[in-house]
Every structure is written in structure tokens, then in C-alpha cells.
């Protein structure tokens, strides 16, 4: 498959401005690439789940829990609190089908403050707009390289 076109720097610059508020939110990292995983596979985005399965390897999440998220509903491997998060992340991401319901957002209140459920949605709304630029660009999936533990640089 063919890269249709690059996004223009502005755009990509707003984008990564909302990656780094992420990355300093008030949410562990590994749920937000666990909760960008899980949209990127309901959006069917090859390049993101390609990207977020590495960046979860290179944090030491396991193979079971990344190959079971899928079915994270049925199996015993994650906590009350990535599963309110989980589903919070199905229900933003298919809010057209029926809003964000009452009973998801009642559960996700019992695990997340006011300011987490707030960064969980940006964490939402911003994968979902990375899948949708990434497929309709069709960036090629398989080029992403995680930044290693070893030479990454904390702010």
C-alpha cells in the first residue's frame, strides 16, 4: 500500500501538541496506550495498533493482556479500572450510535476523577482523529519504531 500524502507540519504539530499534554496527564501511560490500542482496533487502523502494540511491548505489557484486549470483556486480565476505561474508549469512539450511555459514564465515574475522566476523553477524541488521518493517508503500517526505554528523555 501507497502513503497517499503527509500531513502538512502545522497539522501535525497542533496533533503532537495534544500528545504532549497526554503524556503528562493525570493518567499512567500504560492505559492511555492500552485505551489508544483498543480505538485504533475498532477503527481498523493498521499503523496505530502497529504503533501502540510496540509502545506497550516497550513499556512491559504482556502478550496475553495486547492479544486478549479484543475480547478484554470475557477475560480476567485486566482491573475495574482499565475496563471502565475500555469502555468509555468504545462508547467515545462510536459515539454516533448512541451517545456515551449513562450507565458507562457511571461506571468510569467510580474509577476516574473529574480531571481523568476529562483526559480520558482528550486521550479518546485524539486517537481517534490520529486513526482517521492515518487511514485516509494510508500510512504504511510497520515503519513505527518505539522510543526505547534506554535513550528516552524525560521533560
Same mark, same amino acid.
Given at each position: ?51 501502540? +502494540? ?17 475480547? +478484554? ?14 469502555? +468509555? ?40 482523529? +490520529? ?25
Amino acid at each position: 500500500m501507497t502513503s497517499r500524502f503527509k500531513y502538512s507540519s502545522g497539522a501535525y504539530s497542533a496533533m503532537d501538541g495534544l500528545e504532549k499534554y497526554l503524556a503528562h496527564c493525570s493518567l499512567e501511560p500504560g492505559l492511555v496506550h492500552l485505551m489508544k490500542l483498543r480505538a485504533s482496533q475498532l477503527n481498523g487502523c493498521a499503523y496505530c495498533i502497529d504503533m501502540h +502494540w510496540k509502545d506497550l511491548r516497550e513499556i512491559e505489557e504482556t502478550e496475553q493482556r495486547l492479544y486478549s484486549l479484543d475480547a +478484554w470483556r470475557e477475560c480476567p486480565y485486566y482491573t475495574d479500572r482499565e475496563r471502565a476505561a475500555l469502555a +468509555w474508549t468504545e462508547a467515545v469512539t462510536f459515539v454516533a450510535s448512541g451517545h456515551v450511555p449513562d450507565a458507562v459514564h457511571d461506571e468510569v465515574r467510580r474509577h476516574f476523577t473529574d480531571q481523568e475522566i476529562a483526559d480520558l476523553t482528550v486521550a479518546v477524541s485524539v486517537i481517534n482523529s +490520529w486513526n482517521r488521518l492515518a487511514i485516509a493517508s494510508r500510512t504504511e503500517p510497520g515503519t513505527y519504531q518505539p522510543v526505547r526505554k534506554s535513550t528516552a528523555v524525560t521533560a
